[in-house]
């Protein structure tokens, strides 16, 4: 049943900002976060996580407006309630489709924004807007901190003009601008009248102030961060130079835009250290991404293991473990399980992604411990030229071997966690902090 205006995409379509007036909030802060997908499912998940968390730790009430498959529990997002999470459900009317994803490859079933028709658009936008009062009525938040510039942030600037919003962009949807342009219309009028964007690096920065017409005055990098109570240095290890096998960890959807399949290809080639076995450990499901194909791929290669999604607590276990952490993504919004498996005392062999160097402490390349790969040429946002591919698998591997044999040289600790120790969620809250309450003091 409608329970807004007529036609929500009309209404996106002729979005114009209004004068407001913001009254300064008493008491406990107020924040309503929305996540249109699964939490702790992918790094938006995970943010969003970090945040109610440290939310709660600063005194503040909150709720979250996420979307769920029909059937799945309701997530652990703590220390939020049962009765602090609003679900949109999908896979049931009025929105009998997969849930959608900020990438077209999910770990879990769902639709591509791409392939949505006109009625799915509205069908979403109506089941948001229904969940959206409802969520409200009785909270009233004093701050709405949204996920990612896209449909249900625009979506919220049009359903409470006279509330502050802060957005934070995690790339994704920078892709989908791309991906699915038909739906541009419907988000950036809205999008661009947000109070207070959090980037993820000058890089990020530059492309939503270009493509949303967002000022720098409203975009402020915050970086995104790791949980540094599971993410840390094993209590005891034997160092590389100890032990008989070194291991590779992946971590991410074990897809071909992930570089998965290459990476592959490049273990087939990486030069063993003497003396030394080697294994790859992949932590993540496919999705609809071509999964059980990359498993064919790596079928007869006996020190490849698919360890399939992991928690949080059970990825850090296996990193603490871990000798090196690769990443041969063709695109990332800020791959935090970087910094994540740094601060595990992993060596890291990783693309060189646009944004990568202005958020990592740039000794760590100097010093070796980082080694990027350089990116084939690429069609879209993250589609390979294939005349690109077999330099980049013979790139891969050289890195990989090259920390493999660093790896083994190891003989006691290496001191990388400290480097990274600023780059916690306590860190990254400090600022987010300091912007909610500069925007709960009042209007722009």
């Given at each position: 049943m409608k329970t807004g205006p007529q036609n929500l995409s009309q209404a996106l379509l002729?979005?114009?900002?209004?004068?407001?007036?913001?009254?300064?909030?008493?008491?406990?802060?107020?924040?309503l976060h929305l996540l249109s997908q699964q939490p702790g499912k992918t790094g938006s998940g995970v943010y969003l996580q970090a945040m109610t968390v440290l939310g709660d730790r600063a005194g503040y009430r909150q709720r979250a407006v996420i979307g769920l498959p029909g059937d799945a529990p309701l997530p652990d997002v703590p220390p939020l309630a049962a009765d602090d999470l609003f679900a949109v459900r999908?896979?049931?009317?009025?929105?009998?489709?997969?849930?959608?994803?900020m990438s077209d490859i999910m770990p879990y079933p769902?639709?591509?924004f791409s392939t949505f028709t006109d009625a799915m658009r509205e069908d979403y936008l109506q089941a948001f807007w229904n969940i959206l009062n409802t969520a409200a009525k009785d909270f009233k938040p004093d701050i709405i901190h949204s996920h990612h510039?896209?449909?249900?942030?625009?979506?919220?600037?049009?359903?409470?003009?006279?509330?502050?919003?802060?957005?934070?962009?995690?790339?994704?949807?920078?892709?989908?601008?791309?991906?699915?342009p038909k739906l541009a219309p419907f988000v950036v009028p809205g999008c661009r009248d947000v109070d207070l964007v959090f980037a993820l690096h000058e890089d990020n920065k530059r492309q939503i102030m270009t493509a949303y017409g967002i000022p720098e005055n409203r975009n402020q990098i915050t970086g995104a961060g790791f949980r540094s109570d599971l993410f840390r240095p094993a209590d005891s290890c034997v160092p590389g130079f100890g032990r008989e096998e070194l291991t590779i960890v992946?971590?991410?959807?074990?897809?071909?835009?992930?570089g998965v399949p290459w990476l592959i290809q490049a273990m087939r080639r990486v030069r063993v250290p003497?003396?030394?076995?080697?294994?790859?450990?992949?932590?993540?499901?496919?999705?609809?991404g071509g999964g059980e194909e990359i498993r064919r791929q790596a079928?007869?290669?006996?020190?490849v293991v698919f360890l399939g999604a992991l928690t949080q607590t059970a990825l850090a276990d296996v990193l603490r473990e871990a000798d090196v952490f690769v990443l041969p993504s063709f695109f990332e919004g800020l791959p935090l399980v970087v910094v994540e498996s740094l601060a595990c005392e992993c060596r890291v062999v990783v693309?060189?992604?646009?944004?990568?160097?202005?958020?990592?402490?740039?000794?760590?390349?100097?010093?070796?411990?980082?080694?990027?790969?350089p990116l084939p040429r690429l069609v879209g946002p993250d589609t390979p030229i294939s005349e690109d591919l077999a330099r980049f698998v013979d790139d891969l591997s050289k890195a990989l071997s090259r920390q493999l044999e660093m790896a083994a040289a190891c003989k006691g600790e290496a001191g990388i966690a400290c480097r990274v120790a600023g780059l916690s969620w306590e860190g990254v809250f400090k600022k987010i902090q300091a912007a909610y309450l500069e925007l709960a003091g009042g209007f722009r």
């Amino acid at each position: 049943m409608k329970t807004g205006p007529q036609n929500l995409s009309q209404a996106l379509l002729e979005f114009s900002p209004a004068s407001r007036f913001r009254k300064k909030t008493s008491g406990p802060l107020k924040i309503l976060h929305l996540l249109s997908q699964q939490p702790g499912k992918t790094g938006s998940g995970v943010y969003l996580q970090a945040m109610t968390v440290l939310g709660d730790r600063a005194g503040y009430r909150q709720r979250a407006v996420i979307g769920l498959p029909g059937d799945a529990p309701l997530p652990d997002v703590p220390p939020l309630a049962a009765d602090d999470l609003f679900a949109v459900r999908f896979d049931r009317p009025p929105v009998s489709f997969h849930i959608p994803g900020m990438s077209d490859i999910m770990p879990y079933p769902s639709t591509r924004f791409s392939t949505f028709t006109d009625a799915m658009r509205e069908d979403y936008l109506q089941a948001f807007w229904n969940i959206l009062n409802t969520a409200a009525k009785d909270f009233k938040p004093d701050i709405i901190h949204s996920h990612h510039l896209w449909l249900l942030t625009a979506l919220a600037r049009f359903r409470f003009p006279d509330t502050p919003i802060c957005v934070s962009s995690h790339g994704t949807e920078l892709r989908q601008l791309v991906n699915a342009p038909k739906l541009a219309p419907f988000v950036v009028p809205g999008c661009r009248d947000v109070d207070l964007v959090f980037a993820l690096h000058e890089d990020n920065k530059r492309q939503i102030m270009t493509a949303y017409g967002i000022p720098e005055n409203r975009n402020q990098i915050t970086g995104a961060g790791f949980r540094s109570d599971l993410f840390r240095p094993a209590d005891s290890c034997v160092p590389g130079f100890g032990r008989e096998e070194l291991t590779i960890v992946y971590a991410g959807k074990i897809s071909a835009p992930k570089g998965v399949p290459w990476l592959i290809q490049a273990m087939r080639r990486v030069r063993v250290p003497e003396g030394k076995k080697i294994r790859l450990l992949l932590a993540g499901s496919a999705g609809e991404g071509g999964g059980e194909e990359i498993r064919r791929q790596a079928a007869d290669l006996k020190n490849v293991v698919f360890l399939g999604a992991l928690t949080q607590t059970a990825l850090a276990d296996v990193l603490r473990e871990a000798d090196v952490f690769v990443l041969p993504s063709f695109f990332e919004g800020l791959p935090l399980v970087v910094v994540e498996s740094l601060a595990c005392e992993c060596r890291v062999v990783v693309t060189d992604l646009p944004g990568l160097d202005s958020w990592m402490p740039e000794d760590l390349c100097a010093d070796r411990v980082v080694e990027k790969v350089p990116l084939p040429r690429l069609v879209g946002p993250d589609t390979p030229i294939s005349e690109d591919l077999a330099r980049f698998v013979d790139d891969l591997s050289k890195a990989l071997s090259r920390q493999l044999e660093m790896a083994a040289a190891c003989k006691g600790e290496a001191g990388i966690a400290c480097r990274v120790a600023g780059l916690s969620w306590e860190g990254v809250f400090k600022k987010i902090q300091a912007a909610y309450l500069e925007l709960a003091g009042g209007f722009r």
